[in-house]
């Protein structure tokens, strides 16, 4: 069986939504011309990215109230929108 890539998000690691953008880009290898909205995300979850994958998530506080928390969480959706529809090619966790 083929080993299933790891990719970790930490939530220290960037502080705005450009960043976060940013790291996604860098940390999934996402090509150069990725647009940074929710609508790129999700075609690159759903048909770019190389899979199986496990994305996990660390130190993101479902209460983080901070200025581009919507966007943040928006993004959030979006990784677990994309487990959704494919559950056997992509897995989310979240991790304290």
Excluded: H
Excluded at 18 to 46: C, H, Q, V
Aim: proline share 3%; hydrophobic share 40%; glycine share 4%.
């Amino acid at each position: 069986m083929e080993q299933m890539k790891k990719v970790v998000f930490e939530r220290k690691e960037f502080a705005s939504e450009k960043e976060f953008y940013s790291l996604i880009k860098r940390k999934l290898l996402l090509p150069n011309w990725f647009g940074n909205n929710l609508d790129a995300l999700w075609d690159m979850l759903t048909g770019f990215i190389e899979t199986p994958i496990t994305i996990e998530f660390v130190g993101f506080d479902k209460k983080e109230n901070e200025y581009n928390e919507n966007a943040i969480s928006q993004i959030l959706k979006c990784f677990k929108d994309a487990e959704k529809e494919n559950p056997n090619e992509i897995k989310i966790e979240f991790k304290k």
